[in-house]
């Protein structure tokens, strides 16, 4: 079990990175357009776990995956063989052409709070 001591230091920001905690975005400290407490675990394949405790809510927004059809690699040495996040030509991921959190999640925020 995680101590309710270690969620809170993990929300606090880093000294050596700005607006980044024990592995979370502290994005509402940065936008003004989302409520402040709002920080968010960001992956590869632009996906996202967005929480806002003030509004008890968790967004989570999948990311785009096209499954290579070739043969399976298993291999010690696997990252050596893929490209960078996967992306490459008709294969790995599909990232949008930009990204906006605060304009991804006012919609939501606004049918909650409205």
Do not use: C
Not at 32 to 52: F, K, L, M, S
């Amino acid at each position: 079990m995680v101590s309710e001591q270690w969620v809170a230091d993990s929300l606090k920001p880093s000294p050596s990175f700005e607006g980044y905690g024990y592995k979370w975005w502290l994005l509402g400290r940065e936008d003004n357009r989302i409520p402040e407490d709002t920080y968010a675990a960001i992956g590869v394949d632009e996906q996202y776990i967005y929480v806002i405790p003030s509004l008890e809510l968790v967004v989570v927004r999948n990311g785009i995956y096209k499954k290579h059809d070739g043969e399976p690699v298993a291999d010690p040495n696997l990252f050596g063989k893929l490209p960078a996040f996967g992306l490459q030509d008709d294969l790995g991921s599909v990232p949008p052409d930009s990204w906006d959190d605060a304009q991804f999640l006012t919609p939501i925020v606004d049918s909650i709070t409205d």
